[in-house]
């Protein structure tokens, strides 16, 4: 199941994208292609283990057909497809799928998921490798959003229900983005767009939960 | 429904409710569900945090549950579907929540286009709007992945259409119903949804669309508050409402504008709202 190999990273590489300055465009060297030379086996099965096991999917089934990237509506504007992506896994190149900006952009949409004819859930693949990307503490290439997800917890942590001032507050300080959507978060307020308060019920059940999955977690 | 971003829908769905003969009760004492954040930090926490909400409303003696937002109504469905498939997470969720949480989950607009509902709607309606074409925008989360969703057709849906057309709202075909806005970048990616909420916007201005009908808070707010930036950066003039579908229903059964709060709303619509005739 893991270590296996797809076709070539070259059908789907986009064009003058960071995908060279990645090393994933393939240049055959010598008569030897790119996926000779790589060195599949012990660690990098090893890493598509572990996406299978924290996803929950076979992405070994995957044959690079390339439909999740031509539905993907963020692809234009990562390094790799979602097609690439897999076959990313299914290589184990654990350091380029960690440092790729697409696990970031991915938009949860679930249209690669959806119209995938071999049945593997792309957006379920993704989402396993930032939740080890967090874990491992690779620092993410487009670092706002994993700073918004964790900002979301705390502030559901702390409120029990989403107080989004207090999350854009809270967001914009630690991201250091004081100046973006200043405006637009004005003309929100004045229609009423926000709590001026935070609601606080719902909080502690909200942590309980918290708490229990953590230790789970932890020990596991 | 928590949260002043979504008052509106809020306000227009219980009004819809009221009228069509639907009860709804809050649940007690819910927390949020972690939708498009917590399932990317933590899978185990991203599936107890809406169970632990089912777990409230099983205490409280039903067993179907409304979920107006579809992030929170996919989440909820996802998180079912997870433990169900994977028994290694069942059992951790099971040490995390306490009672049972099997439970139905419904969105509106699976509640609303059934037969009964529709009638109901037909039957209930006081007003039309004159001149107003509306083109319906599910987005993703409705109907995606269709394993977990269940519901409608995943690629071109029509319980919206259906909703609306039974309230004598003309509703039109076009290509971006199931589009992406791009609403869970929309704090951090701005780029990139200017460029997707244009792509919409087009599709809707293409048709010949007056407004665009909405069954999504985030969706809602995504489109409305992006609406100037994309005219700005695409020098074009679109100026379309993103309405709920839910304040064009309560509109239809003779609730005026400021009762759905469309001022609420950063593209204001001018709705001309005339009674309905006898025999129209
Ligand atoms: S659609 Fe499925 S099989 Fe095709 S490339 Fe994507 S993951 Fe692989
Ligand atoms: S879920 Fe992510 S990767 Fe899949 S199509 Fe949507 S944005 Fe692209």
């Known amino acids: 199941m893991a270590g296996c190999t797809g076709t070539s990273l070259e059908e789907h590489a986009p064009t003058g994208d960071s995908a060279d300055a990645l090393g994933l465009t393939p240049q055959i060297v010598n008569g030897v292609t790119p996926e000779q030379a790589l060195q599949v086996g012990g660690e990098s099965v090893a890493f598509t283990e572990l996406v299978e096991q924290v996803s929950g999917v076979d992405v070994c089934v995957c044959f690079q057909c390339g439909k999740c990237a031509s539905g993907c509506p963020v692809s234009y504007a990562g390094d790799y497809t979602p097609t690439q992506l897999i076959h990313a896994v299914q290589l184990g190149l654990r350091d380029q799928v960690l440092r790729s900006k697409t696990i970031w952009l991915c938009s949860s949409c679930q249209i690669c998921t959806t119209r995938c004819p071999q049945d593997v859930d792309v957006a379920g693949v993704i989402n396993a490798v930032r939740i080890i990307a967090q874990r491992a503490q690779v620092s993410p290439s487009v670092s706002s959003v994993p700073t918004f997800f964790r900002k979301s917890v705390s502030n559901i942590a702390l409120f029990g229900r989403m107080y989004e001032l207090g999350l854009m507050a809270d967001f914009k300080v630690s991201s250091r983005r004081f100046s973006e959507d200043l405006g637009l978060g004005s003309r929100m307020l004045r229609k009423g767009k926000f709590s001026l308060l935070p609601s606080f019920r719902g909080s502690r059940a909200a942590r309980r939960i918290i708490r229990r999955s953590r230790a789970i977690e932890r020990t596991s | ?280």
């Not at chain 2, 933590?42 to 107006?68: F, I, K, Q, W």
Request: glycine share 4%; hydrophobic share 40%.
């Open chain 2, 1 to 280: 429904m928590h949260s002043a971003t979504a008052r509106e829908y809020e306000r227009s769905l219980l009004a819809v409710a009221r009228v069509v003969g639907l009860e709804l009760a809050e649940v007690e004492n819910w927390h949020c569900c972690g939708s498009g954040a917590a399932h990317s930090v933590s899978r185990l926490l991203g599936t107890a945090l809406p169970l632990d909400n089912l777990v409230s409303t099983r205490r409280m003696g039903l067993d179907e549950v409304v979920v107006p937002c579809p992030s929170c109504f996919s989440r909820f469905k996802s998180a079912l579907h997870e433990v169900e498939n994977e028994p290694e997470l069942r059992t951790q969720v099971e040490e995390i929540v306490e009672g049972d949480y099997r439970a139905e989950i419904l969105h509106p607009l699976q509640v609303f286009s059934r037969p009964s509902m529709l009638a109901a709607i037909a039957n209930a309606r006081k007003q039309t709007f004159a001149d107003l074409k509306v083109v319906c925008y599910y987005g993703c989360l409705l109907t995606r992945p269709p394993k977990v969703a269940r519901f409608d057709d995943v690629e071109y849906p029509q319980s919206m259409d259906d909703v609306l057309r039974a309230a004598g709202v003309q509703t039109l075909d076009w290509s971006c119903k199931t589009a992406c806005c791009g609403a869970s970048l929309t704090v951090t990616r701005k780029d990139i949804v200017v460029k997707l909420c244009h792509d919409i916007f087009q599709a809707a201005k293409d048709v010949g669309a007056d407004a665009i009908a909405v069954a999504c808070p985030l969706c809602q707010l995504n489109l409305d508050t992006r609406e100037e930036e994309v005219e700005h950066e695409y020098e074009e003039s679109y100026q379309l409402p993103i309405l709920y579908f839910t304040q064009l229903i309560a509109m239809a059964f003779g609730l005026s504008p400021g009762d759905v709060m469309l001022r609420k709303h950063f593209v204001v619509p001018d709705l001309k709202l005339a009674e309905v005739t006898a025999g129209a």
